[in-house]
């Protein structure tokens, strides 16, 4: 169906893609991997036709027809979404021009045993034949389908397309991809702006699929479970292997160990031979051994082995102690427009150590909620309530682009840290792929990837025990995804995470808070037990997975016992409240004079008055008992508030 010959890429002095050849059959499921920059987009572009390439030729058939959804966003304007998605079956249009064309031609004949009447009768029929082939009869049908498992709302149909957002666009450019059906469909990552309920319908879609797909994405479960063949660019450089991602990464670890293997042996037998050529090198009776051995050698092809390719290296810093509850959301309500609340009513505690994954619809209010948690936006009712010395840090999926565009890497860094070693600010830059004059670099010239790095080091350099992260691995390639997952799980600190990556959340969260119709619900277990939930979301009542918690109203008489509850627990509990509150006081006044201490220890003048400085460091020591004394004290108190929790107010 494809065939590509030699194709090569050159920019400047750089070869993109070397020799590169690559056959793509009818019903092929193929992923092409390799990190950012390997060449994978520019492939698809030379496939689909839109991108030059220095030399080689591609070979397409001339029966097949070709579908290509780009990574960059789209914009679309002028008209409605209906009409944007239904003009796109151009084939099925034109038969039903056609047919209309032939229907009225036929009027013109009062004899039906005309000859040329029966000519357009047989051209009808052929038409409608093409027509029911092409299932024209189910074009309805077959939009609302695909709209509908993309996300969007019956009652949007009729929106103008310039109203959606980038990422809702590059939907309707999905939705119009599908409804045409091309032979074969390439996709630049076409993961990136769908949530997590898309992109399960997306996934099962594309597994019926008649045609070839050709797919780059950083998706490891999505490519695991859609494709049956990996191409590997590396070095300009194209590898086949004939399995999934999975298959790839194994079949790639035994290539490398058998590699190592015959190039340890081929350095054993070379230094030997070596040897023998330098022992016997002036012996005139060894003389021709010793020529034909060095000829031998020179025609041997050696085998090189490659370095590991480097990747992001990091860790978070240690998380700054807090009380065991994080944050409490009472009774919270965001609204935009002031009729319709985003966020309606919603009761959420976090403690300590939570590893939590934020999912649901696209514009269901996930990103609004982190804002919030995040101190970024406000609220219209209801409260939150931080506990004791909660640091948050918030990492947006378009805080990448907010950064100062004409500063560079090291002057962003130094924005968080002004008085920060820069030798100590260089390494971290180091670690996320930023080296010697790369740290130089402005970020209006940084690619996405680089961009988002830069912002995730940016995170790195202030001590949290709070993450919240909105879409932290947009841009990042699959290697550097693995390390921040290991991050992550290794963080002591809580995490909260907007993601659809499934397989890069499984490996971090235990918990899923699932954002829909201004409500919010709590899964135990991870996205796979969540994903079979969705698929018995139609089940019975009673055969339907339980939620720990469900943010729906209670009976009447359900409402009046809970309420008791809370009056009791609200009298009895009191004065371990007062207990906390009056410790969190002393603790911030004592660390505020600790602070000074610190301050005055650290002038170069300090010990120059001897008597003085043992005086402050006597009161420095007696200061930081008392704060470990008020903090054992603190979580005592805490600890008996959460028993009365739990007796008052989690009995339902």
């Known amino acids: ?116 009447y029966m000519d357009l009768l047989t051209t009808y029929s052929e038409l409608q034949e093409q027509f029911a082939l092409l299932e024209g009869h189910k074009l309805k049908s077959k939009i609302e389908k695909i709209l509908s498992g993309l996300g969007f709302e019956h009652d949007e149909f009729e929106k103008d397309v310039e109203t959606f957002s980038g990422g809702w666009q590059m939907r309707i450019e999905l939705a119009k991809l599908l409804l045409k059906n091309p032979s074969v469909l390439l996709l630049d990552e076409p993961t990136n702006h ?31 479970n859609l494709t049956n063949k990996t191409a590997e660019i590396h070095n300009g450089e194209m590898t086949i292997f004939n399995g999934n991602y999975g298959f790839y990464v194994e079949e790639k670890q035994k290539r490398k160990e058998l590699l190592e293997n015959q190039y340890k042996n081929q350095q054993k ?93 696209n514009g269901a209010g996930k990103s609004t909620l982190t804002r919030i948690i995040a101190g970024l936006e406000s609220y219209n009712s209801g409260e939150l309530k931080f506990g004791h010395n909660v640091i948050p840090r918030y990492f947006a999926q378009n805080q990448a682009e907010e950064m100062n565009q004409e500063r560079n890497a090291l002057e962003i860094m130094l924005e968080v840290k002004s008085g920060e070693n820069m030798t100590e600010l260089r390494k971290i830059l180091g670690g996320f792929l930023f080296h010697g004059d790369d740290v130089e670099k402005k970020v209006a010239v940084l690619s996405g990837g680089e961009k988002s790095r830069l912002a995730l080091a940016k995170m790195l350099i202030e001590p949290s025990n709070l993450l919240i992260l909105d879409e932290p691995t947009n841009h990042l390639d699959i290697r550097s995804k693995e390390v921040l997952q290991k991050a992550l799980s290794d963080y002591a600190g809580t995490v ?3 993601s659809h990556d499934r397989e890069f959340i499984d490996g971090i969260i235990t ?48 409402g009046i016992e809970t309420k008791k509850r809370k009056k009791e627990f609200s009298k009895i509990s009191a004065s371990v409240r007062k207990k906390i509150s009056e410790a969190e006081k002393e603790i911030g006044e004592l660390e505020r004079k600790k602070i000074y201490l610190e301050q005055e220890m650290s002038k170069t003048d300090f010990f120059k ?44």
């Not at 997306?202 to 999505?222: C, P, Q």
């Not at 009729?339 to 300590?352: G, H």
């Open 194 to 224: 769908l949530d997590f309920e898309s992109l399960v319908w997306f996934e099962r879609y594309l597994i019926n699929y008649k045609g070839a797909i050709v797919v780059v994405s950083h998706d490891k479960e999505f490519l695991n």
């Open 609 to 652: 008055d001897s008597d003085f400085a043992i005086e402050i460091k006597y009161e420095y020591l007696e200061i930081s008992q008392k704060i470990e004394d008020l903090n054992l004290k603190w979580e005592k108190a805490a600890e008996e508030l959460t028993q009365l929790e739990k007796t008052y107010l989690n009995n339902n």
């Open 511 to 558: 918990k899923i808070i699932e954002v829909k119709d201004g409500g919010i619900k709590t899964y135990l277990g991870k996205s796979s037990e969540y994903i079979s939930i969705l698929e018995t979301d139609n089940a019975p009542a009673n055969d339907k997975p339980k939620t720990e918690k469900e943010n729906t109203s209670a009976g009447y008489k359900e």
């Open 269 to 361: 037998y070379l230094q030997q031979q070596e040897k023998f050529i330098e022992r016997f090198r002036y012996k005139a009776t060894k003389a021709r051994a010793v020529q034909s051995r060095i000829k031998m050698l020179d025609k041997i092809d050696k085998i090189e082995i490659e370095q590991d390719t480097e990747k992001i290296r990091f860790r978070f810093p240690p998380a700054v102690h807090s009380g065991r509850i994080l944050f409490e959301i009472e009774n919270l309500t965001k609204s935009y427009d002031g009729i319709r609340n985003v966020l309606d009513n919603i009761n959420l505690s976090i403690e300590r150590g939570e590893k939590i994954a934020i999912v649901g619809k």
């Open 1 to 116: 169906m494809v065939i590509l010959e030699n194709i090569s890429v050159n920019f400047g002095t750089r070869k993109l893609l070397d020799n590169v050849n690559l056959r793509i059959g009818g019903k092929d499921r193929l992923s092409l991997v390799g990190v950012n920059g390997a060449g994978k987009s520019t492939l698809l572009k030379i496939i689909i036709g839109g991108f030059n390439h220095d030399s080689g030729k591609v070979i397409k058939s001339r029966h097949s027809t070709y579908g290509y959804l780009p990574q960059e966003t789209v914009r679309l304007k002028g008209r409605k979404l209906y009409d944007e998605v239904y003009d796109s079956a151009e084939d099925i249009k034109l038969i039903q021009t056609e047919l209309a064309e032939v229907e009225e031609d036929m009027k013109t004949y009062d004899n039906n045993e005309d000859e040329n």
């Open 496 to 498: 909260i995470i907007v």
